[in-house]
């Protein structure tokens, strides 16, 4: 137990690393890696939420704010490396999709009530799609090739660990929640450990990004 809280509130944290990277770098970043900054700062305000407040329904209502932002962020960065016909359609068919959906969780359930589990479900589903179309966009085109020197490989292979292991908690969520103690902390723990690792690779791409905006001043 004391193990998971360790865990839980280095969690918690962790979006801030990449947060205070990106801020004190911001002039070195690129595009991308300015859209992974500012998820990283939305992320910093909602997630100590958790660890600061007992209030379940304030908690929650945190949360639910954080949901519609984050898919707004990831929207734009999504728009701006999707770069086929294809790939294009794919973003707008599901940006539109999830916009409606939004307006559905806004109106009809409310952000001040529960948690939506079932809305952080659906737009990761979404996320998925949208990472796995890039990546088909950069796999038929010869002239480009993903590589561990690019931020970019780092921001995808953060993403879709996170979205992929949301998905499947996320989309359980009642059915977790019946769940023994041990188990719910079990699967937290995992969870956990997802969102710490995401945070880390996020931070490793935006340090890239500033070797990389280093390296070519020096060229120049």
Not at 166 to 174: E, S
Request: net charge neutral; proline share 2%; aromatic share 18%.
């Amino acid at each position: 137990m004391v193990t998971y809280k360790i865990i839980d509130e280095i969690s918690g944290y962790s979006s801030i690393i990449p947060s205070l990277i990106g801020l004190l770098t911001l002039k070195k970043l690129r595009v991308n890696s300015k859209l992974i900054v500012l998820l990283c700062i939305a992320d910093s305000i909602a997630q100590p939420a958790e660890l600061f407040c007992t209030d379940a329904k304030i908690k929650g209502m945190c949360y639910n704010i954080l949901i519609p932002t984050e898919y707004i962020i990831t929207f734009f960065f999504f728009n701006a490396n999707l770069f086929s016909k294809r790939g294009k359609k794919i973003l707008y068919a599901l940006g539109g999709i999830g916009f409606i959906m939004a307006l559905y969780f806004l109106f009809f359930v409310g952000l001040k009530g529960r948690f939506i589990s079932e809305w952080v479900c659906f737009n990761n589903i979404i996320y998925t799609a949208w990472i796995l179309s890039l990546l088909l966009d950069i796999y038929e085109d010869d002239s480009i090739f993903l590589h561990s020197r690019m931020p970019l490989f780092w921001y995808l292979l953060g993403m879709f660990f996170f979205t992929s292991c949301t998905i499947l908690i996320f989309g359980l969520w009642d059915y977790i929640m019946l769940s023994t103690s041990e188990e719910i902390t079990l699967i937290f723990v995992t969870y956990q450990f997802f969102n710490i690792s995401m945070y880390i690779l996020y931070s490793t791409g935006i340090l890239l990004d500033v070797s990389d905006n280093i390296k070519m001043n020096k060229i120049i």
